[in-house]
Each structure stands twice: as structure tokens, then as C-alpha cells.
């Protein structure tokens, strides 16, 4: 037997899928990895649905070799509904973080064109979940990853953004300890709110969007007209500017002067306590916040009101080995099936609603 069960989490982007196995009985109550796969991402629906069973399925197989001897459950069987056994015997809950449009309530998702899922959508949790005989939730992956953040940073009941900078710009919001998704699923989408009268023209239609000036793709294009190589990353493009590039630095500042537009909508809108920098560019780390900071001072100079709000000092990078859409996705597969394993664990609400100690 073992002695507890597990939360699995899945980040499901464009080329990779994660799973991980979490564990949330940990000591300092903190929700650890313990566990983790990575399979490319198969296509369309049936494509989506299919690598997911199977990297929960291989991530269950990983985990029964370390529990060698103390399962119930041959690691090949099958249930008497055909799913297979061993996922459904360590795992209490499945959560998923999805790029797209995600209704959270009904576990479906539409619009992922990077999936190859369009306006027909994909009842995610209802198929995943018959095929594993275990509860599936779903999630936007910037909700998802926001969740992951606050748990990691163990904020608790706080009021929180992560504002994610990857191929597109996108903010989770957290308040009082729980997402704020919006009736339409679009709070947080300030990636398309126009920052720039004058920019490029956006996917979504309109210029000068957020997204299309600072997000990863954006970096990318901007840097390689002048560089001449071909699709530089934000990393390369620091790289340069510490290394004493004029262009460089230039353009590393109006893309810091940018997120710095973004962070500023996100505290002027919600009044957030802290602002959490992740996705595929806040693997810069520190010298990024540092970048994004030193704009949201400039931009305060001028500005008691701005001054006085001190942007700056709620400003913070998710750390780089965490897989925050991960685990912030299994985090939501807690209630109810963890509680009903281990009542007796206080930080198992505290996750979400915020009772960790400090
Ligand atoms: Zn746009």
C-alpha cells in the first residue's frame, strides 16, 4: 500500500507536454514534485487527449517502479472499464493547464490553434477522464501557472498577477487566494491592449497590441532585423545588451518599458500585491525584473501618484526550475478528492485558499 495519493498536473503547450506527480503532504507544506514526464504534444483532438493519457500513464509507470513492490495493482492491469490501473491507484485527481479558450466549469476547450483544436472544441475532462477512470479538471495555462506561482511563493490569501511572456502575453489574476477567470474566461488577456499607437499590426486585428511588441515572438522579430540571424531568444538579447551592444540595450529598454505598461495596467486595474514575471522570457530571471523594474521607476519620475505606488518593489520572477503550469494544474484537481484521502491535512485547502504558515 502506499500511504498517500499523489495530484497529477499537465502542462499541454504547442510542442511539449509535462506531467507531474505532486505531492502536497510535504513537511514544510509546500507542493513538491516528485515526479515528471515530457512527451511531444500529439495534434488535433483526439491527438491531444491521447498524449495526455499516455504521459499520465508513463508518469504512473515512473512512479510504480519507485514503489516497487508496495502496489496493489499489477502495473500492466486494467480496471473492469478498460482504463488502465495503475494511474487511477496513485493519482486522486488530474488537473490541466491548456493553452486557448478553456470554459473551467465544463472542462472543454475551443480556439487552441496551436493544438490544431478550433470552434468545435474538445471535451477534455469528460474524455480524459473516462479513459483513466479518474477526475479531470482543466485550466487556462496562464491560470493554471498563476496558481502554481502563488502556491510556490506560498502567498496564500494575497492579491497576485502573474503576467506570463511567452510566445504571447497573457496575465493570470489571483485574488484573496482564487483566480479571477471573468463570464467571458478573458480576465487578464492584456496582451491585446494596444501599448504602442504606431506598432506592428497584432494577429488579433489591432496595432501595437502588448503581445506584439514584448512578448517572445515579438523579441525575436525585432532582434533578428537587426542582428540578421535568425529567431534570437530574449535570453540572446540580454546576453547582447550586457555585453555593451548599443542596439541592444535599446531595444532590451523600449521591450522592459513595454512589460513595464503591462505591469502598470495590472496594479492601476486590480491593485495586486505583487506582480509575478514568468513564461518562456522570465527565464532571463533576475536581470529581467531587474530591466522591468528600472522602466516602471523611470516611468514613475515624473509622477508622485506613481511614485507612491512603488511598482517597482511589488515586482517578482517565478523561479526558473519550477513548472509553475504544472503544478498550479494539479493544485486545482485538489477539491475534492484530496481531502477525502487525508482530512486531517490542514494545508490541503491552504494551498488554494491561503492557511499555509508563514
Ligand atoms: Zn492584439
Known sequence: MIERKLLAGLDIGGSKVLAVAVDTGTPDGRARVVESVRLNTGLGPEGVVDTAARALTALARKLAARFDGRLDADPDGRLDNGAPALPRQLFSGVGIGIPGLVDAARG????????????????????????LDLPVVVENDV??????AASHLRLGRVDMAYLSIGTGIAAGIVLDGELRRGPHNAAGEIGHIP??????????????????VASGSAIAARWSTREGSDLPS?????????????AARALRDEVA??????VRMLALTVDVDLIVLGGGVAEIGEPLRH???????RQAAGSDFLRGLDLAARLTVVPRDQPVAAIGAALLAIDPPLSQIDPDAELVPGVLAGDLPA
Open 108 to 131: 472543454r476547450i475551443t480556439h487552441a490553434v496551436n493544438l490544431g483544436v478550433g470552434p468545435g472544441g474538445l471535451a477534455l475532462a469528460e474524455l480524459l477522464g473516462r479513459r
Open 195 to 212: 501599448v504602442d499607437s504606431a506598432g506592428p499590426l497584432c494577429s488579433c486585428g489591432q496595432r501595437g497590441c502588448l503581445e506584439s
Open 234 to 246: 530574449g535570453q540572446d538579447l540580454f546576453d547582447a545588451a550586457a555585453a555593451g551592444d548599443l
Open 143 to 148: 491560470n493554471a501557472a498563476a496558481l502554481g
Open 291 to 297: 530591466a522591468v523594474a528600472k522602466a516602471l521607476d
Open 257 to 262: 518599458d513595454s512589460l513595464a505598461a503591462g
